[in-house]
């Protein structure tokens, strides 16, 4: 069965020309963080990759990374403009900012027909994670519900050196379903080695706590139901200026309401992000180790 990975990029088109710290070279030989989550994804068994990017950076993209990959597995693209709504929605006069990474999964509709990963372009997640998203969606759905997963990373391997984080930390059942995802914020390890969250009420936080760093893996179905809560949220915020439509919502909604469960699969991959820009350095030794230790090749794509 095939799987594709689908990566949000749409986000980066309004730093694009900037001095963008998360799409600087990371690799020995200019890789970016992309490289490095399309390479795991490609050895785990994915054999397509949609970018979702906007249309007026398709020329900058190709240059900085599609041409690449282009010849290593094959790629389409999909473009998160404002008006890629629904049938009987317009877009606000005065609006100009996306609607969110829900809106654009919604994007893919027609393009991505299969299970599919979903992940964000500018974060390191490592290889054990691709390859059981990979081996859980290429396996046959059971039951009337959409079976979903999510890669749940361990809170003490998602943290920053150099300052606090936001997470979802999860809660899930004794099976490992997905029950609720809580937006926990100002996450950090203070001085006594405790892991806190909060900024005037402190709270304490297991660091062995999964946490979601919205890596999704979607079985066929899942597009449609996403368009259909995105219509509900139109219904709402049809006039919002600001009112983004988040893919975590949206899935919660279809597990709260008997649509879909979510199966949390358990990755002790170190996840690797730029939160801030101090956090360059350690990500770049970071990758230089995996490579020494033989989990890399030093030059990613021959």
């Known amino acids: 069965m095939s799987a594709t990975l689908v990566i949000m990029a749409a986000g980066l088109g309004s730093r694009f020309k900037g001095g963008i710290k998360q799409l600087e070279p990371f690799g020995p030989n200019g890789e970016i963080i992309m490289d490095y989550s399309i390479f795991d994804a490609v050895r785990a068994g994915f054999d397509k990759v949609v970018f979702i990017i906007r249309r007026d950076i398709r020329e900058a993209f190709d240059e900085m990374i599609g041409n690449r990959i282009g010849a290593q597995v094959k790629v389409d693209y999909v473009y998160q403009e404002l008006d890629c709504l629904p049938e009987g929605f317009t877009v606000p006069a005065d609006r100009v900012k996306p609607w969110g990474h829900g809106h654009a999964v919604c994007c893919c509709k027609g393009i991505v027909n299969e299970p599919f990963a979903v992940i964000n372009a ?60 809580e937006e926990t914020y100002n996450i950090r390890r203070a001085p006594d080695g405790r892991v806190l969250s909060g900024k005037e009420e402190t709270k304490e936080l297991s660091e062995d706590s999964y ?57 002790r991959d170190k996840w690797f992000g730029v939160t801030y820009a101090e956090d360059k350095p350690t990500v770049k030794a970071a990758i230089a180790e995996l490579i020494a230790a033989g989990d890399y090749p030093e030059k990613l794509w021959k």
């Open 122 to 181: 500018d974060d390191f997640y490592g290889r054990e994670a691709f390859q059981k998203l990979h081996d859980y969606l290429t396996q046959e759905q059971t039951g009337d519900k959409l079976n979903m997963t999510m890669v749940g990373f361990v809170l003490k391997n998602t943290l920053s050196d150099n300052g606090a984080v936001n997470r979802g930390v999860c809660k899930v059942d004794e099976n490992n379903i997905l029950i609720d995802v």
């Open 211 to 267: 946490v979601s760093m919205n890596m999704w893996g979607c079985p066929k179905g899942f597009i449609d139901k996403l368009n259909k809560r995105f219509e509900e949220f139109l219904e709402k915020n049809s006039t919002s200026l600001t009112a983004e439509f988040l893919l975590p919502e949206g899935i919660d909604h279809m597990i709260k309401h008997g649509e879909a469960d979510c199966k949390l699969l358990e990755s």
